[in-house]
């Protein structure tokens, strides 16, 4: 059901009321709606921006929007009439840049606040674990987070599970084992690193635990139990209850991709998401043309087949590593720094790297890549240009990932390959581990979102669950205020001083990267009515409060899929 349907939308009607006439007119053509809500604060994130008191929705879609007077028109015999009593309305929230929700099968560090409650949680799961079967943790938590701001080594998880290998999935790059589990996989300090890996050492030489990205194949970790629809469910259910209706998954879920999608599609089938999920197939780590064709041709669905609930977007790649392997031009500074000549961790290099650029370009495909360095941007940018030569990936919505680290001659080369920026707040959580890696001046200018917005880039917000939490206004408050959990504000000149820019990055933006921005992204006649009512004006709110916000309702596809308790 769009507006289109009917002669005068009833937006344009209030607008233009010359006469009682029309507005009889038009009251005998407008539609009854199932739901009227009005006296709200709406954040249509339409062309304009513009605020609305109320708005009506039939079936799965709005059919109008604005002044609650007019609102009434729509209001028949089996309509709901819903008052927002001045509470804040935005289109449904998106997360650009989500793989899962974090938590799963595995010892749960997420709470953990110091070494000693990491300790102590290892070693409650070995008591419970018999000895030499294997611990492993989930991987929702980084070390900024504890009081000691560093990692356990590898002795201190020996004093907790002497008997049982350990091994701590941290984040998406790193693992950390206690001995037992360095000897389990023949792991010495003689090991030479994979390609694209590091191997950690302390000063001494000798092996802390730490395996960094390609070296982290070196362990083989027991087959993670298969994702299901429950998984699917489990994920939404979290995001619903942020306002969050639509994730961009980046190629990789949990468990097998695959296996993963044909969950989704399953939910799909069945008529379960709340969720709208747009899935980049898993070209990460991979470094040869056989592979990807393996994988292009693995997937049940080609690029934006699927519908407006599951859709593949493109394919994710990878060109350098995380937090403590992002490749730069400038080398590491500290212990990771080894003596200047650390500059981080190339995981697939240019010439593989351009040569899957090139033949997914050739193909019609859509890329989007990892990149945390400037020298792995370089190495992108490059790429991208060769596969631009060939056949132009202008206005084909070709993105980057996370971009922590950019030069100003990299700004000109971006915009004329005309790709989008999708950036998280990896900051707010890991502020102190950064400064540590990269020194106080090159870690306050991380994820640089003003200088971005102001070059005039498609830029889209996300958070990198399970990396960092996917709290989306923990997220808008970090880009406003950059602010960090636990190092205070990290490069002032950066804050985004304009609170509809942050609000639409996640949510018009993210359509417009997606495709989508004809059909979702903004509170306009026509639109999915996906939506959230929130418990503070994040457009007003004072900035301490933003963190603490609430999704009071939230609604998908019209119907609502999360209620708060206090809410009504
Ligand atoms: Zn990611």
């Given at each position: 059901?769009?507006?289109?349907?009917?002669?005068?939308?009833?937006?344009?009607?209030?607008?233009?009321?010359?006469?009682?006439?029309?507005?009889a007119?038009?009251?005998?053509?407008?539609?009854?709606a199932?739901?009227?809500f009005?006296?709200?604060?709406?954040?249509?994130?339409?062309?304009?921006?513009?605020?609305?008191?109320?708005?009506?929705?039939?079936?799965?879609?709005f059919?109008?929007?604005?002044?609650?007077?007019a609102?009434?028109?729509?209001?028949?015999?089996?309509?709901?009439?819903?008052?927002?009593?001045?509470r804040?309305?935005?289109?449904?929230l998106?997360?650009?840049?989500?793989?899962?929700?974090?938590?799963?099968?595995?010892?749960?560090?997420?709470s953990a606040?110091?070494?000693?409650?990491?300790?102590?949680?290892?070693?409650?799961?070995?008591?419970?674990?018999?000895?030499?079967?294997?611990?492993?943790?989930?991987?929702?938590?980084?070390?900024?987070?504890l009081?000691?701001?560093?990692l356990?080594?590898?002795?201190?998880?020996?004093?907790v599970?002497?008997?049982?290998?350990?091994?701590?999935?941290?984040?998406?790059?790193?693992y950390?084992l206690?001995?037992?589990?360095?000897?389990l996989?023949?792991?010495t300090?003689?090991?030479?690193?994979?390609?694209?890996?590091?191997?950690?050492?302390?000063?001494?030489?000798?092996?802390?635990?730490?395996?960094v990205?390609?070296a982290?194949?070196?362990?083989?970790?027991?087959?993670?139990?298969?994702?299901?629809?429950?998984?699917?469910?489990?994920?939404q259910?979290?995001?619903n209850?942020?306002?969050?209706?639509?994730?961009?998954?980046?190629?990789?879920?949990?468990?097998d991709?695959?296996?993963?999608?044909?969950?989704?599609?399953?939910a799909?089938?069945?008529?379960?998401?709340?969720?709208?999920?747009n899935?980049?197939?898993?070209?990460?780590?991979v470094?040869?043309?056989?592979?990807?064709?393996?994988?292009?041709?693995?997937?049940?669905?080609?690029?934006?087949?699927?519908?407006?609930?599951?859709?593949?977007?493109?394919?994710?790649l990878?060109?350098?590593?995380?937090?403590?392997?992002?490749?730069?031009?400038?080398?590491f500074?500290?212990?990771?720094?080894?003596g200047?000549t650390?500059?981080?961790?190339t995981?697939?290099?240019?010439?593989?790297y351009?040569?899957?650029?090139?033949m997914?370009?050739?193909?019609?495909?859509?890329?989007?890549?990892?990149?945390?360095?400037?020298?792995?941007?370089?190495?992108?940018?490059?790429?991208?240009?060769?596969?631009?030569?060939?056949?132009?990936?202008?206005?084909?919505?070709?993105?980057?990932?996370?971009?922590?680290?950019?030069?100003p001659?990299?700004?000109?080369r971006?915009?004329?390959?005309?790709?989008?920026l999708s950036?998280?707040?990896?900051?707010?959580?890991?502020?102190?581990?950064?400064?540590?890696?990269l020194g106080?001046e090159?870690?306050?200018?991380?994820?640089?979102?003003?200088?971005?917005?102001?070059?005039?880039?498609?830029?889209?917000?996300?958070?990198?669950?399970?990396?960092?939490p996917?709290?989306?206004?923990?997220?808008?408050?970090?880009?406003?205020?950059?602010?960090?959990?636990?190092?205070?504000?990290?490069?002032?000149?950066?804050?985004?001083?304009?609170?509809?820019?942050?609000?639409?990055?996640i949510?018009i933006?993210?359509?417009?990267l997606?495709?989508?921005?004809?059909?979702?992204?903004?509170i306009?006649?026509?639109?999915?009515?996906d939506?959230?009512?929130?418990?503070?004006?994040?457009?007003?709110?004072?900035?301490?409060?933003?963190?603490?916000?609430?999704?009071?309702?939230?609604?998908?596809?019209?119907?609502?899929?999360?209620?708060?308790?206090?809410f009504?």
């Amino acid at each position: 059901m769009t507006s289109r349907r009917f002669g005068l939308t009833p937006r344009l009607a209030a607008c233009a009321i010359a006469g009682l006439e029309l507005a009889a007119a038009n009251r005998a053509f407008a539609q009854a709606a199932d739901l009227v809500f009005v006296n709200g604060k709406v954040f249509t994130a339409d062309a304009r921006s513009s605020l609305a008191e109320g708005f009506a929705v039939r079936g799965d879609r709005f059919i109008a929007v604005g002044p609650s007077a007019a609102m009434q028109e729509h209001v028949g015999p089996g309509s709901r009439v819903i008052d927002l009593h001045g509470r804040f309305v935005t289109p449904g929230l998106a997360d650009g840049h989500l793989h899962n929700e974090g938590g799963g099968p595995g010892v749960d560090l997420s709470s953990a606040r110091s070494l000693s409650d990491l300790l102590d949680a290892v070693g409650r799961a070995a008591k419970d674990t018999t000895p030499g079967k294997p611990i492993i943790s989930n991987n929702d938590w980084h070390e900024a987070q504890l009081r000691e701001q560093r990692l356990p080594t590898a002795s201190e998880l020996d004093l907790v599970a002497p008997m049982n290998p350990v091994v701590l999935v941290r984040g998406g790059h790193e693992y950390i084992l206690n001995s037992v589990a360095l000897r389990l996989w023949n792991i010495t300090k003689f090991t030479p690193a994979p390609a694209g890996g590091e191997i950690g050492k302390s000063t001494d030489g000798e092996l802390n635990g730490e395996l960094v990205d390609n070296a982290r194949s070196l362990v083989t970790l027991p087959s993670a139990p298969p994702v299901g629809i429950d998984n699917v469910l489990a994920t939404q259910r979290k995001l619903n209850a942020y306002g969050i209706t639509s994730a961009r998954i980046p190629g990789s879920y949990r468990g097998d991709f695959f296996q993963a999608l044909d969950a989704m599609l399953e939910a799909r089938k069945r008529g379960t998401l709340t969720l709208r999920l747009n899935v980049y197939l898993p070209g990460i780590g991979v470094r040869d043309l056989e592979r990807m064709r393996a994988i292009l041709a693995r997937s049940p669905l080609k690029q934006d087949e699927g519908d407006e609930w599951v859709r593949v977007g493109g394919v994710k790649l990878l060109v350098d590593g995380g937090f403590e392997g992002g490749h730069m031009t400038k080398p590491f500074v500290g212990e990771l720094g080894k003596g200047g000549t650390y500059y981080g961790i190339t995981v697939v290099p240019a010439e593989p790297y351009t040569e899957i650029v090139k033949m997914l370009n050739a193909g019609g495909w859509r890329v989007t890549t990892h990149a945390v360095g400037d020298a792995a941007l370089d190495e992108v940018i490059d790429a991208y240009t060769a596969a631009n030569a060939e056949h132009s990936i202008r206005g084909r919505r070709w993105a980057i990932e996370h971009l922590f680290v950019s030069r100003p001659d990299q700004i000109e080369r971006l915009k004329k390959l005309d790709v989008a920026l999708s950036v998280q707040d990896h900051l707010y959580l890991a502020a102190p581990s950064l400064k540590k890696y990269l020194g106080s001046e090159r870690a306050s200018q991380i994820t640089p979102v003003k200088t971005y917005l102001d070059q005039g880039f498609l830029v889209v917000g996300g958070t990198d669950s399970p990396v960092v939490p996917f709290n989306p206004f923990w997220e808008f408050y970090h880009f406003l205020t950059r602010d960090t959990i636990a190092d205070g504000v990290y490069g002032e000149n950066e804050r985004v001083a304009s609170r509809v820019d942050l609000l639409r990055m996640i949510t018009i933006n993210y359509a417009q990267l997606t495709g989508e921005s004809n059909i979702k992204g903004s509170i306009e006649p026509g639109k999915l009515a996906d939506f959230a009512v929130l418990s503070g004006d994040l457009l007003t709110l004072g900035e301490r409060e933003i963190p603490r916000t609430k999704a009071l309702a939230t609604y998908v596809a019209g119907k609502e899929v999360y209620r708060d308790a206090s809410f009504q």
